[in-house]
Structures are given as structure tokens and as C-alpha cells.
T-cell receptor, first 110, second 113 residues
Framework: QKEVEQNSGPLSVPEGAIASLNCTYSDRGSQSFFWYRQYSGKSPELIMFIYSNGDKEDGRFTAQLNKASQYVSLLIRDSQPSDSATYLCASGTSYGKLTFGQGTILTVHP | GAVVSQHPSWVICKSGTSVKIECRSL??????MFWYRQFPKQSLMLMAT?????????EQGVEKDKFLINHASLTLSTLTVTSAHPEDSSFYIC?????????FGPGTRLLVL
């Protein structure tokens, strides 16, 4: 069973702090990794994807991938209350199918 | 770019009727689309993979005769819930794949009375 594991949280951080979301995966053949954000009652929206080891930055978001440790993370700098949502980590196959983690609930309090 | 639409956004129907949900990629062509279902406070559950011009691939436990999928063009996939029952009430979300990345539609909320 190919799995993606996330801490379900909830993770609570104060406004302006760094939120750190973590994810591990079991399939060493996974080549691509994705972070989606899902607000309550809405569908997931893509935040970032990462294919290579190391860091990838986009605005306040940084994705980190360590294939040797089978570990993916998402850092959110200067967290805002509007960042409060469920964050889904997913690993991808070559034909586009995704395996999702169960999601981490993030709450940013003022 | 990479916009996916779904129609309708919500639907209420009587038990025993069929409901069709459309998923469209608006600014790209998608050979592959995916259909998910999500119950309250649960994670996404993949129902099937829809491939343009061929039969859909269903996940284990998903009844292919109940959830009919048609991917007639590179921009349109449809999901028909046949003989819907109250237990089919859920949030149905499609996604379209571009370059290995899935972009999600806004979802369709189905309520079966």
C-alpha cells in the first residue's frame, strides 16, 4: 500500500509566525510532490509542486523535498489568518494519479 | 491558466433519479481527468480515472455501473450518478491533469432526498 502520511493536527500558530507542515511517503518510486490547500466547503487549490531534492520558494511558501528520507515539507512564512485551512500533501505517479495524505488542519490566530 | 470548471455547483434530487455532473478544462486539453468524492471532515477519495477516448478506470469498491464516466473530448468529462440514493449525497470534485499536475474543479455538492 503506497501511503502518504501527515500529522492531522490541528496545528495552531500565531499570526506572523512560520507554520511548518510535514509529510512522509512510502513509495520510493514517487517522482513528484504537491501541496494543496483546501478551505472548508471548497475544493483543493494547488499551492506548489516540487520534483527535485532541496527547497523551492514561491512568495511566502517554501517546499522542501528530501528523497533519501522520503520527506516533504511546506513552510509558510508570515502566517496570516487567511492561511487557516487544511493542507493536503500528495505524491504523484508518472501518469498523473495522486496519493493524498489525510491533511493537516492549520489555524492561524490573530 | 489551468482552470477547471464543474457544473452544476450543487444539485438536489429525489432518490432513484440520475444526476449528471460535467467537468471542463477551460484553457488546456486534458487527456486524463479524475473524479473524487469527499464526505464531511474526511479526505478526498479517488473514484475513477477518466481517459479521453477510452473506458474509465475505477478504484476498488466503486461501482462502475452506478457511477458512469464519459470522457468524450479533451476538455470534457462527465460523471453520471445513476439511481441516486441518500447515501450518495456527497461533495464530488473533478480534476484535470496538465503536465502531471492536477488542477481541481470547484466541486459539485449533491443532496439526494
Amino acid at each position: 500500500q503506497k501511503e502518504v502520511e501527515q500529522n492531522s493536527g490541528p496545528l495552531s500558530v500565531p499570526e506572523g509566525a512560520i507554520a511548518s507542515l510535514n509529510c512522509t511517503y512510502s513509495d520510493r518510486g514517487s517522482q513528484s510532490f504537491f501541496w494543496y490547500r483546501q478551505y472548508s466547503g471548497k475544493s483543493p487549490e494547488l499551492i506548489m509542486f516540487i520534483y527535485s531534492n532541496g527547497d523551492k520558494e514561491d512568495g511566502r511558501f517554501t517546499a522542501q523535498l528530501n528523497k533519501a528520507s522520503q520527506y516533504v515539507s511546506l513552510l509558510i512564512r508570515d502566517s496570516q489568518p487567511s492561511d487557516s485551512a487544511t493542507y493536503l500533501c500528495a505524491s504523484g505517479t508518472s501518469y498523473g494519479k495522486l496519493t493524498f495524505g489525510q491533511g493537516t488542519i492549520l489555524t492561524v490566530h490573530p | 491558466g489551468a482552470v477547471v470548471s464543474q457544473h452544476p455547483s450543487w444539485v438536489i434530487c429525489k432518490s432513484g433519479t440520475s444526476v449528471k455532473i460535467e467537468c471542463r478544462s477551460l484553457d488546456f486539453q486534458a487527456t486524463t481527468m479524475f473524479w473524487y468524492r469527499q464526505f464531511p471532515k474526511q479526505s478526498l477519495m479517488l473514484m475513477a480515472t477518466s481517459n479521453e477516448g477510452s473506458k474509465a478506470t475505477y478504484e476498488q469498491g466503486v461501482e462502475k455501473d452506478k457511477f458512469l464516466i464519459n470522457h468524450a473530448s479533451l476538455t470534457l468529462s462527465t460523471l453520471t450518478v445513476t439511481s441516486a440514493h441518500p447515501e450518495d449525497s456527497s461533495f464530488y470534485i473533478c480534476s484535470a491533469s496538465e503536465g502531471g499536475t492536477q488542477y481541481f474543479g470547484p466541486g459539485t455538492r449533491l443532496l439526494v432526498l
